[in-house]
């Protein structure tokens, strides 16, 4: 069965012309038919044209298609960013398929765990994950373990598609037979463009994930808002680095280059030296990463510079977006450092261009975007906030939503107020003008002796300090104070760091003591979840520990 956006919301939104008839296989055919030899993906090493683009998917939906699988069927798909990836996503497409879109990153309970959730009947994966064989992974997730045992029954089929697309490719196997020439499609199980086509996991720090409902033209009204943003042209090329069946790895490399048709430079695995040597060497224009990925990238071209005079803008976000380093990269690479505020589930909220100033840029997260329905909740009572410059959590209601959480009532009675708005699980501001500041989440404020303390706005201010490389603040269990401030610090290379430096850093910078760490921790590398972002759960339960086993 498919599953889609009410009638009335699609008739008013295309009658806004928000949203439209278009999905990305008709942008690719087109694309195929106009410029067959154009790039639509590029590694550095291995390319993808339009034309391949366009067959390969055709080929797989096919194979799809050819198993049984009904409309509406899910399936999961396992796949590193690479070009294989978004092949796969518009085959489903074109089989009438909903992908489960799971972090490449992801561990064996989080994918039993969603494909359990889903139901998924298929799983496509490349012939090696990681450090196991494409079967010992599918014996692992069909074993299950104590406590989740059998969660992955659902599957049936198997499909594993070769890592590369060209054209010494491996064929591609279903249940572990090579399929020489898939069976013809059905064009009409294609799905539309209001149709259900993704379920991708809540790129959340702790506990098991839920999955989130997209259509594409979500999607298609997102790129509308990013186009002005960015003021694209007409021969941008896209990187984005961003693990791609994440909203934001959606939007930057699944639909925005599908719709101008113009190339984009992904990554199997982000590696900070090599995304630059690629910007280099492919004239990137726009560039599309986390703030972790940005201030790494910048750490890296400080011990070996290239040119990078191609960039236009670089979008961020998935993190507080530390304002010298943002600056930094402006100035390093003469790039606008550009953001969307939002998440997953209800798209953008705000956003800002390249026609604003740096301190709109990078000290808020834009202007508000006016049919997003932007409102304002006391986040301990749910009324409505309507003074200006208040702080409270913000709730929206507009083209860039998501249908909501798949098959969790509970979670969806959180997401939204009783009258239908969906919530952020920020607390902001918004000025006069219409721009809105994060003060922080709901869920990262440290709470020292009944005092809310942003742990972003903590982090950024520890970032500043010349020998601190990554930081990530989180609340220390205290007898007395109930939380401290902890961070976990990676160092810049060659260089060292203690607590009494950063306090005396910050110090100098006239912080408030109250935002002063208490406790640090020196680390090689923060951890991070399946969307890359810090997995902060991690590091509170490894402060437990530390004091656990300490005291």
């Not at 498919?2 to 694309?31: L, Q």
């Not at 463009?193 to 298609?220: A, E």
């Amino acid at each position: 069965m498919t599953i889609r956006a009410d009638a009335e919301t699609v008739a008013a939104y295309r009658a806004a012309a928000w949203w439209g008839e278009e999905t990305a296989a008709s942008r690719i055919a087109s694309h195929a038919a106009r410029d067959p030899d154009g790039i639509a993906y590029t590694t550095g090493s291995q390319e993808l044209t339009w034309t391949e683009y366009d067959q390969r998917s055709t080929d797989l939906a096919a194979t799809l298609a050819g198993t049984g699988l009904a409309p509406g069927d899910r399936v999961a798909v396992l796949l590193p960013d690479g070009p294989m990836v978004h092949v796969c996503f518009v085959a489903a497409e074109k089989a009438g398929l909903v992908v489960v879109g799971l972090g490449h990153r992801a561990g064996d309970r989080e994918i039993r765990h969603l494909v359990a959730l889903t139901g998924a009947r298929a799983l496509v994966t490349p012939p090696q994950h990681r450090d196991r064989s494409a079967a010992e992974l599918l014996d692992a997730l069909r074993a299950g373990d104590a406590g989740d045992a059998g969660a992955a029954s659902t599957l049936e089929h198997h499909i594993v598609v070769p890592e590369h697309t060209g054209p010494a490719a491996t064929p591609v196997l279903l249940d572990g037979a090579p399929v020489p020439s898939p069976p013809p499609l059905d064009p009409s199980r294609r799905l539309g463009p209001d149709d259900l086509f993704m379920l991708n996991s809540t790129s959340g720090t702790t506990g098991l994930p839920k999955c989130v409902m997209h259509t594409q033209n979500r999607w298609f009204y997102f790129h509308q808002l990013a186009a002005v943003s960015g003021r694209f042209g007409d021969d941008e090329v896209f990187m984005s680095i961003i693990p791609a069946p994440f909203g934001f790895g959606l939007w930057t490399a699944h639909f925005t280059p599908a719709i101008l048709g113009c190339p984009t430079v992904v990554m199997e695995r982000f590696d900070a030296d090599e995304a630059l040597d690629l910007v280099e060497r492919l004239d990137v224009t726009v560039l599309c990463c986390v703030s972790t990925q940005f201030i790494m990238m910048l750490n890296a071209q400080a011990d070996r510079a290239r040119d990078l005079s191609s960039l236009r803008c670089m979008f961020t976000g998935g993190e507080a977006v530390p304002y010298e380093r943002a600056a930094e990269f402006e100035e390093t690479t003469g790039a606008k450092v550009l953001q969307f505020y939002g998440s997953n589930e209800t798209g953008a909220l705000s956003y800002t261009t390249a026609l604003d100033t740096r301190d709109h840029r990078l000290r808020t997260a834009g202007r508000l975007i006016e049919e997003m329905q932007v409102r304002m909740f006391d986040p301990d009572n749910g009324a409505d906030i309507t003074a200006t410059g208040q702080r409270g959590q913000p709730g929206c209601r507009g083209p860039a939503t998501s249908l909501g959480y798949w098959g969790d009532q509970g979670a969806n009675a959180q997401l939204y107020t009783p009258d239908g708005w969906m919530l952020m699980g920020d607390i902001v501001e918004i000025d006069g003008d219409g721009y809105l500041s994060v003060v922080g989440r709901t869920s990262d404020f440290i709470i020292r002796g009944g005092k809310n303390i942003s742990a972003p706005a903590v982090e950024e201010e520890v970032g500043t300090h010349p020998a601190v490389a990554m930081v990530a603040a989180v609340p220390m269990p205290d007898p007395v104070f109930g939380e401290r401030v902890c961070i976990y610090v990676v160092p810049r290379s060659g260089a060292s760091v203690s607590l009494d430096e950063i306090r005396d850093h910050l110090s100098s910078r006239g912080v408030s003591r109250e935002w002063w760490p208490e406790h640090i921790v020196v680390v090689d590398e923060l951890p991070r979840s399946s969307g890359g972002k810090v997995a902060k759960g991690e590091l509170r339960e490894d402060i437990r520990t530390r004091l656990g086993a300490s005291g």
